[in-house]
């Protein structure tokens, strides 16, 4: 089994935390997204992962490079990076990683986290992860035969089709098929929005007779913007903290501090007179003073002092006193 996870978006709308990191990498619960997403998918596969193709822009560096490649082989698998410099579209993302495109793969686009337990139907070429949602309206959507079969992909539609909303992760038995499909749509210049939409492959190959299933998730969570992404980070921390996860380092220094349940907390972290929790997650090196601290979500090596704060996002290296008034802060920052 391969996994295949474009990620070549920098992530505009959690500016300006992805100014400095591509926000794939950014981390829920003390890990960063993508690397969620991947273990996430190969729990629920319960297959062995042959290798893990990453597609990124090229300015994303090396140390990004060596962070994917790691992850994979954390799986046992093979790490390959991929190109794609051009914002072309997911069809065209997908076509950049194009040699890794041969047997069984998963699709997984690197912005969303799952919750699911299921096995995949040895009978279907290709599933489609679900979730029910209350508008439908604002997705793309699957539209299912009696038989439980996907029919038709519908994006944003005006009237209902079905409230289960294509959530970007796809399983195909062979995905050189796929590939083939969607050269077709590059060769014919097939284009919706100025993009190559990987739904125009998977229409052609229902279109040959190929089946297609649904596979529905327990829980999806976006890491769109700032309050879906500190709200996802506060779900992953609560659903951890129920399997029995204990994700608070022991190098934690706590004089007269309070931990309020559940919390990530990494090493060599400072809380001083400080409560910290509930759904927060603390990068190593961090140090809290004189704070209030609930629901949010703080990189690695920051300081927080005199501070009261609730649905709060904060990088790595930053600096917050709630004391003063003389402060520098970067573009697209939000206070509020």
Same mark, same amino acid.
């Given at each position: 089994?391969?996994?295949?996870?474009?990620?070549?978006?920098?992530? /505009?709308?959690?500016? &300006?935390?992805?100014?400095?990191?591509?926000?794939?990498?950014? &981390?829920?619960?003390?890990?960063?997204?993508? $690397?969620?997403? @991947?273990?996430?998918?190969?729990?629920?596969?319960?297959? /062995?992962?042959?290798? @893990?193709?990453?597609?990124? $822009?090229?300015?994303?560096?090396?140390?990004?490079?060596?962070?994917?490649?790691?992850?994979?082989?954390?799986?046992?698998?093979?790490?390959?990076?991929?190109?794609?410099?051009?914002?072309?579209?997911?069809? $065209?993302?997908?076509?950049?990683?194009?040699?890794?495109?041969?047997?069984?793969?998963?699709?997984?686009?690197?912005?969303?986290?799952?919750?699911?337990?299921?096995?995949?139907?040895?009978?279907?070429?290709? !599933?489609?992860? !679900?979730?029910?949602?209350?508008?439908?309206?604002?997705?793309? !959507?699957?539209?299912?035969?009696?038989?439980?079969?996907?029919?038709?992909?519908?994006?944003?539609?005006?009237?209902?089709?079905?409230?289960?909303?294509?959530?970007?992760?796809?399983?195909?038995?062979? @995905?050189?098929?796929?590939?083939?499909?969607?050269?077709? @749509?590059?060769?014919?210049?097939?284009? $919706?929005?100025?993009?190559?939409?990987?739904?125009?492959?998977?229409?052609?190959?229902?279109?040959?007779?190929?089946?297609? !299933?649904?596979?529905?998730?327990?829980?999806?969570?976006?890491?769109?913007?700032?309050? #879906?992404?500190?709200?996802?980070?506060?779900?992953?921390? /609560?659903?951890?903290?129920?399997?029995?996860?204990?994700?608070? /380092?022991? =190098?934690?220094?706590?004089?007269?501090?309070?931990?309020?349940? &559940?919390?990530?907390?990494?090493?060599?972290?400072?809380?001083?007179?400080?409560?910290?929790?509930?759904?927060?997650?603390?990068?190593?090196?961090?140090? #809290?003073?004189?704070?209030?601290?609930?629901?949010?979500?703080?990189?690695?090596?920051?300081?927080?002092?005199?501070?009261?704060?609730?649905?709060?996002?904060?990088?790595?290296?930053?600096?917050?006193?709630?004391?003063?008034?003389?402060?520098?802060?970067?573009?697209? =920052?939000?206070?509020?």
């Amino acid at each position: 089994m391969k996994i295949i996870v474009p990620m070549a978006g920098r992530g /505009s709308r959690l500016r &300006p935390h992805t100014l400095t990191i591509p926000k794939p990498l950014i &981390p829920i619960a003390g890990k960063p997204i993508v $690397h969620r997403l @991947v273990e996430d998918i190969a729990g629920v596969l319960n297959q /062995s992962i042959e290798e @893990v193709a990453f597609i990124i $822009h090229e300015s994303f560096g090396k140390k990004v490079e060596e962070e994917l490649i790691a992850i994979a082989q954390k799986l046992g698998a093979k790490g390959t990076i991929y190109y794609q410099n051009e914002a072309l579209g997911t069809g $065209h993302a997908i076509m950049c990683a194009k040699d890794s495109l041969s047997g069984p793969a998963v699709i997984a686009y690197a912005d969303t986290l799952i919750r699911a337990d299921f096995e995949l139907e040895a009978t279907a070429d290709s !599933v489609i992860w !679900v979730k029910q949602v209350d508008r439908p309206e604002e997705f793309g !959507v699957i539209s299912l035969n009696e038989a439980n079969e996907i029919t038709e992909l519908v994006e944003k539609p005006k009237e209902f089709i079905s409230d289960l909303a294509v959530i970007g992760i796809y399983y195909f038995k062979e @995905v050189a098929v796929l590939k083939t499909e969607l050269q077709a @749509v590059l060769d014919n210049n097939i284009i $919706h929005g100025g993009e190559y939409q990987i739904n125009d492959g998977i229409k052609q190959m229902m279109a040959k007779g190929m089946k297609f !299933v649904p596979g529905k998730v327990e829980e999806w969570m976006d890491c769109g913007n700032k309050n #879906v992404t500190v709200e996802t980070n506060s779900r992953m921390l /609560s659903f951890l903290h129920n399997d029995g996860e204990n994700l608070v /380092s022991t =190098s934690v220094n706590s004089e007269n501090s309070t931990i309020i349940q &559940p919390c990530y907390i990494g090493e060599n972290v400072t809380l001083k007179n400080a409560t910290v929790g509930p759904n927060v997650s603390l990068g190593s090196g961090c140090l #809290v003073e004189n704070t209030t601290l609930k629901n949010s979500l703080v990189q690695n090596h920051s300081t927080i002092k005199n501070a009261n704060l609730d649905n709060a996002m904060i990088g790595s290296y930053a600096s917050f006193d709630g004391n003063f008034t003389s402060i520098s802060i970067g573009d697209y =920052s939000v206070l509020e």
